[in-house]
């Protein structure tokens, strides 16, 4: 006999705790399923440890630097990676049993712990149970893509996932992956103390940004002593003693990297290969994520498929804005859809990158009237006082519009920062709203102003 249900939801990451609890307050009996760990990825093996893991690094990388400031730290500053790995673990901890304590506590919520599975599109089993509903939300997710590569089948490697378990300082880390998530541990370990090397495929770091952006991004992590090689047209993995040698050139007499570990960042794919889809009536696409609709609905009546697995975003925000959506479509007679999102995101080395809407590069491709404004760091007081100098901030706006199309903050509180240009762009009023604004002084966001002051077209 099946258990019957008004809705299941496959997966607790970012998006299926909150649609659950919602669905059940609005009375819909409810199911969820989660067959590992409570919170997802985000919570568990992403951005929570990960930005755990950066304040650590930044907390040594700023006691090295103590003397610049006049500070004097006694003797040489070092890092105990069993207490880093100790507090990443505490919070953790926190915000893994807030979402597993939530779900529980929730009324007309039923937590199953094990593996979804479709057995029609009306019915999933969990463990030894038969779940039915007529709505069926999957918040799957995804985990760090391992590519083939020759000789990888003999070395150990290691993940996004296994590296929180590393409570010890690799002697050289060589990632594999020169892009957001391959970078914040780049920095970090370095910071740590260990050598690192990033191996990328590509000609740059974060293809998808603009040149100037990522060749000041490759500026940062090099002055801190991070290794890099791009272009890297054959990666391969072989045992050498203790250690492990990669291979990135094709060209003769290029030496192999000497690591001792090797940590792989080179993407992501969707949880969609175990998840009896088959049986569903839904195709995946080639690369296994599930395709939607603006409002989040799959090919299949009643199947709704949020958070990365719907491959219409890779970030938190992104997942958690599908729940808004869909809520909002099933609940609040507002039909909101993903078309409406304004790309956004951050890459947390420090300092950090924010980003949003177009890049300079899309601008250009869109062939439309723009203009551009530029800011080094260096020209901005608080940075000065802080010497975290590092970086600029440009900015992109329609020339006729006056709308704001696009910006990167690249420096200190650029992750911060850019999120009032994000609501400017939201609003749909012009850059010149900014201007009128008295900003606080001394920070980066006062400069803002000054900057939209002295657009230029962009040639
Ligand atoms: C190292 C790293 C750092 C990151 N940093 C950031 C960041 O700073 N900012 C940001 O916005 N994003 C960041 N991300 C991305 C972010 O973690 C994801 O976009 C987000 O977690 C996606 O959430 P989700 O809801 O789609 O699924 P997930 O968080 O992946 O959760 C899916 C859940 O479903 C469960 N599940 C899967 N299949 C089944 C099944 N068949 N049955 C039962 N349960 C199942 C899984 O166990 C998992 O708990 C980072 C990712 C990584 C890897």
């Given at each position: ?14 998006a299926g ?6 669905m059940a ?5 409810t ?8 919170g997802?990825?985000?919570v ?7 930005k ?5 690094a ?18 040489p500053?070092r890092v ?9 673990d ?6 893994n ?16 712990e ?11 089993r969990v463990?030894?149970?038969?779940l ?7 918040n ?6 391992v590519?083939?590569m ?11 996932s296994s ?9 050289h ?9 391959g970078?914040?541990f780049?920095?970090m370990?370095?910071?740590?103390g260990s050598?690192v090397t990033?191996v ?7 293809a998808r940004d603009?040149d100037?952006v990522?060749d000041t ?6 002055a801190?002593g991070v ?5 890297a ?7 050498r ?12 007499g290029?030496?192999d990297?000497?690591?001792s ?17 088959d ?16 409002q ?14 719907n491959?219409?975003?890779?970030f ?18 507002d ?5 409406d ?9 420090d ?14 491709a869109?062939?439309?009237?723009a203009l551009?404004?530029?800011?080094m ?8 006082e802080?010497s975290?100098?590092?970086g ?8 006729e519009?006056k709308?704001i199309?696009?910006a990167?903050?690249?420096?200190i ?7 009032s ?15 009128r ?7 980066v ?8 002051g002295d657009?230029k077209?962009?040639?």
């Open positions: 006999m099946a258990e019957k249900f008004d809705a299941i939801v496959i997966g607790t990451g970012q705790p909150s649609l659950a609890t919602r307050r609005e009375g819909m009996k199911a969820i399923i989660e067959r590992k760990l409570f997802g990825t985000c568990n093996v992403g951005c929570i440890p990960t755990t893991l950066v304040a650590s930044r907390a040594a990388h700023m006691a090295r630097r103590g003397e610049e400031f006049g500070v004097t730290v006694g003797g500053i105990d990676m069993k207490r880093v790995k100790e507090r990443k505490g919070v953790v901890r926190q915000s049993q807030g979402v597993t304590n939530w779900l529980k506590g929730t009324e007309n919520l039923t937590v199953y094990g593996h979804g599975r479709f057995e029609s599109p009306r019915s999933v463990n030894d149970t038969l039915e509903a007529d709505k069926i939300i999957l799957v997710g995804g985990r760090a893509f590519p083939d020759p000789g990888l089948g003999d070395v150990e490697y290691l993940t996004n590296i929180m378990d590393v409570d010890f300082l690799p002697e880390l060589v990632i594999v992956g020169g892009s957001y998530i970078l914040e780049a920095q370990y370095r910071r740590f050598r990033v990328e495929r590509g000609d740059r770091l974060i603009d100037d990522s991004v490759r500026e940062i992590m090099e801190e290794e890099i090689r791009l272009n047209d054959c990666i391969g993995f072989e045992k003693g203790d250690g492990i040698a990669v291979s990135a050139s094709c060209a003769p290029v030496e990297i000497a690591g570990h090797v940590l792989f960042a080179v993407g992501r794919k969707p949880n969609t290969d175990d998840l009896g889809l049986k569903a009536g839904i195709a995946t696409d080639e690369r296994g994520f599930i395709p939607v609709d603006d989040l609905r799959t090919d299949v009546d009643g199947i709704y498929a949020i958070g990365d697995v491959g219409k975003g890779a938190t925000h992104t997942a958690y804005n599908d729940y808004e959506i869909l809520a909002a479509n099933m609940f609040d007679n039909p909101r859809r993903v078309s999102r304004i790309t956004a995101y951050g890459l947390f080395i300092p950090p990158l924010g980003r949003v809407g177009l890049t300079e590069r899309e601008v250009r869109s062939g439309r009237k551009v404004g530029k800011m760091m260096a020209r901005v007081g608080r940075a000065r802080r975290e100098t590092q600029f901030m440009k900015i992109l706006v329609d020339a519009s709308h199309l696009g990167a903050i690249l420096g509180g650029g992750d911060e920062i850019v999120q240009l994000l609501d400017i762009m939201y609003a749909g009023v012009p850059y010149t709203v900014i201007q604004a008295v900003h606080i002084h001394p920070t966001a006062e400069l803002i102003p000054t900057l939209l657009l077209p962009l040639e």
